[in-house]
Each structure stands twice: as structure tokens, then as C-alpha cells.
């Protein structure tokens, strides 16, 4: 599978700017990232109907899907990413247990932190 597109959508200061530690300041950054694979590729035809879904000129399936990520505005050698691929339209590795409420004031839905 190979990424085509990172399409950012939104970037942010998380926290307005509060500093976690060694770790520093985040940023949260929403987006869409863009696949597209090979319907023939042994690995690919374990996809439910692959065999006939759509494909581009180059013979490939395309689609997408939306992406968060926290990320450190200064990363060190051991700084922390937080990946998050959305699936079936759910955040889901973005929801933290006894957090307090750091997101960005446009989130239009903010996750329950605690």
C-alpha cells in the first residue's frame, strides 16, 4: 500500500501552547491521507470485492481516510508521535483516560477527557 497524498486539513498549538514536560509543546494536526493499492497483489485480495472495485489509469484502487496526529513542535531523538487513522468515521486512539481537556478550541466535537 503506498501513500499518494497527505492532505493537511488543519494544524493547531494544542493546549494553547502548554508545555508537557521534557516532551514541550504539541501540535495537532488533522488531515486525509490518500492510498492506493494493487487489486492483483496477493496481499490486496484478501479485500472483500476488491476484484471489482473502481480503478485509476494505472490499474490501482485509490481511496482515503482521515488522519489525526499530536506531534512535538520541537522533537528531540526520543520525542512521542500520536498517530491516529480514523476507521468506520471514529477517533479512537485520541480519547485519553483522566486527561484534561487540551483541545483546540475550533474541535466542533471535543472528546470526553475526563
Known amino acids: 500500500m503506498a501513500v499518494t497524498l497527505f492532505d493537511i486539513k488543519s494544524r493547531s498549538i494544542l493546549a494553547d501552547g502548554l508545555s508537557f514536560g ?11 491521507l490518500h492510498y492506493e493499492i ?29 488522519i489525526q496526529l ?3 513542535i520541537n522533537p528531540k ?12 468515521g471514529g477517533r479512537s486512539s485520541m480519547i485519553f483516560n483522566d486527561a484534561p481537556n487540551v483541545w483546540p478550541t475550533q474541535e466542533p466535537d ?4 475526563g
Not at 22 to 32: H, I, L
Not at 110 to 113: S, Y
Open 22 to 32: 521534557e516532551a514541550g509543546q504539541y501540535e495537532f494536526v488533522e488531515g486525509t
Open 38 to 66: 494493487d487489486p492483483k497483489h496477493p496481499d490486496n485480495e484478501l479485500v472483500t470485492d476488491i476484484n471489482i472495485a473502481s480503478t485509476a489509469e494505472n490499474g490501482k484502487v485509490q481511496f482515503a481516510s482521515d
Open 70 to 72: 499530536l506531534r512535538p
Open 77 to 88: 531523538p526520543d520525542s512521542s508521535l500520536l498517530l491516529s487513522i480514523v476507521n468506520r
Open 110 to 113: 471535543p472528546p470526553a477527557l
